[in-house]
């Protein structure tokens, strides 16, 4: 097993985060699923519980979900590390194909490398929401805009709360594509434009396969009916 997992992985993920093409270099001799999928684990684990308790606070305001959001936020703790490396696996796949079809010859481990690293984009994202959702809760005036109500009626603070959350949202999934882009370019030595290019047309496949499931899902419901 390669020492690099145990060395530092803060700053691993420091570089990870703040500068994509030195990390992607500085790793580029790990060639173990293990040690990698490993690193992936621990830091989605370790990320889950700290959104979890930055967001804990809320549910001592009377929220009345509480139950509910604590089952799923556990929930979560344990499920996300391993929903989030199954699909590092199915879509580093689906990009690897899309890749395929501008340079023949590529390694399908180097892509997961790269789609593995990306996705713990993401976590700093998540705390940072979890972190302001539990700020605004704490000073949110009309308890029942609440998101975590029962029944939350949309308004000012709700919107306002949404929009935020979607900044964030879209800010992680960027930061995310860019982390994977400077990983394509340099590991498979194609361009920037390349790289973009089986990203955008790995969404629309990804895209095409939901509507797809959720279209057999509605005919089956309909022909069960």
Request: with cysteine; aromatic share 14%; charged share 10%.
């Amino acid at each position: 097993m390669a020492k690099s997992l145990f060395t530092d992985p803060i700053k691993k993920y420091q570089l990870l985060f703040t500068k994509a093409e030195q990390f992607y270099k500085k790793v580029q001799a790990e060639k173990e699923y293990q040690d990698i999928a490993l690193y992936l684990l621990g830091f989605v684990f370790v990320g889950e519980i700290l959104s979890f308790v930055a967001w804990l606070p809320t549910l001592g305001l009377g929220i009345e979900t509480a139950v509910f959001a604590i089952a799923m936020g556990v929930l979560g703790i344990i499920l996300s590390p391993i929903l989030t490396l199954l699909a590092t696996f199915i879509g580093a796949g689906i990009v690897h194909l899309c890749l395929m079809l501008f340079k023949k010859g590529l390694d399908y481990f180097t892509t997961w490398k790269v789609v593995a690293y990306a996705s713990l984009i993401p976590i700093i994202y998540n705390i940072a929401s979890s972190i302001i959702t539990t700020f605004a809760e704490s000073l949110n005036p009309w308890p029942e805009q609440s998101l975590l109500a029962a029944e939350p009626v949309f308004g000012t603070y709700s919107i306002t709360v949404l929009v935020f959350m979607f900044i964030i949202g879209f800010a992680s999934l960027i930061h995310a594509l860019y982390t994977e882009v400077v990983g394509l370019r340099l590991y498979h030595k194609i361009t920037t434009g390349q790289a973009v290019g089986a990203l955008a047309l790995s969404f629309v496949v990804i895209l095409v396969l939901f509507l797809l499931f959720v279209l057999f899902v509605f005919v089956a419901r309909t022909v069960v009916a």
